[in-house]
């Protein structure tokens, strides 16, 4: 596709609940990573994917989290008994791989996550 | 391990006045740099970039360069728009292809 995609763009679930993030990447881009924006905060890092090497989780806050890529293309960003303190919106973001100099990250629009 | 640290904000200026937003780096070796912008109600995009120490990135008016000596990637722009309103943050990444490392943003106001 033209873009990042992402969805749903809005979730609102129950506190206890498991919930689903999808991200379809640039067509073509071998690096893929998964970022969170609290209300009023940066962006926090959670896991980085890079071709078909190992994932980089270390940002994963907790092991409610967990992502996975699969054929090289499409993520889901899957957390497990949601808490209130996961409300936030999460962002994909994908790139190509240069044989120099570091990445430019394209940016979906964001998953708003809400846990009530 | 890397960090980036941005000026605090809200930042509120009025049209026409000058921008500087600063951005400092922790980093081993010789990272990239970037600003990345988010419009109200958009995604994250990339502004502008510099790969190596001196490199000046430039778009839409604003400039930084990259300051080895300082490390330091301000943002500047001689002339700010009501439509330059947003949320503006620096990150740097490492070479071959990483995660980037971004500062927590600096919400920029231009008022008319």
């Known amino acids: 596709g033209a873009g990042v995609s992402q969805s749903p763009s809005n979730k609102v679930t129950e506190k206890g609940k498991d919930v689903e993030l999808r991200c379809d990447p640039i067509s073509g881009h071998t690096a893929l990573y998964w970022y969170r924006q609290s209300l009023g905060q940066g962006l926090e890092f959670l896991i980085y994917?890079?071709?078909?090497?190992?994932?980089?989780k270390s940002g994963l806050p907790s092991d409610r989290f967990s992502a996975e890529r699969t054929g090289g293309s499409v993520s889901t960003l899957t957390i497990q008994r949601t808490q209130q303190e996961d409300s936030a919106v999460y962002l994909c973001?994908?790139?190509?791989?240069?044989?120099?100099?570091?990445?430019?990250?394209?940016f979906g629009a964001g998953s708003r996550l809400t846990v009530l | 391990g890397n960090s980036v640290t941005q000026m605090e904000g809200p930042v509120t200026l009025s049209e026409e006045a000058f921008l500087t937003i600063n951005c400092t780096y922790t980093?081993?070796?010789?990272?990239?740099l970037f600003w990345y912008v988010q419009y109200p109600g958009e995604g994250l995009q990339l502004l502008l970039k510099?790969?190596?120490?001196?490199d000046k990135g430039s778009n839409k008016g604003f400039e930084a360069t990259y300051r080895k000596e300082t490390t330091s990637f301000h943002l500047e722009k001689g002339s700010v728009q009501v439509s330059d309103s947003a949320v503006y943050f620096c990150?740097?990444?490492?070479?071959?292809?990483?995660?980037?490392?971004f500062g927590e943003g600096t919400q920029l106001t231009v008022n008319p």
């Open positions: 980093a081993t070796g010789y990272p990239s």
């Open positions: 973001a994908s790139s190509p791989t240069l044989p120099s100099g570091a990445n430019v990250l394209t």
């Open positions: 994917f890079q071709g078909n090497s190992a994932p980089d």
């Open positions: 510099a790969t190596k120490a001196d």
């Open positions: 990150a740097l990444g490492k070479t071959s292809g990483s995660r980037l490392t």
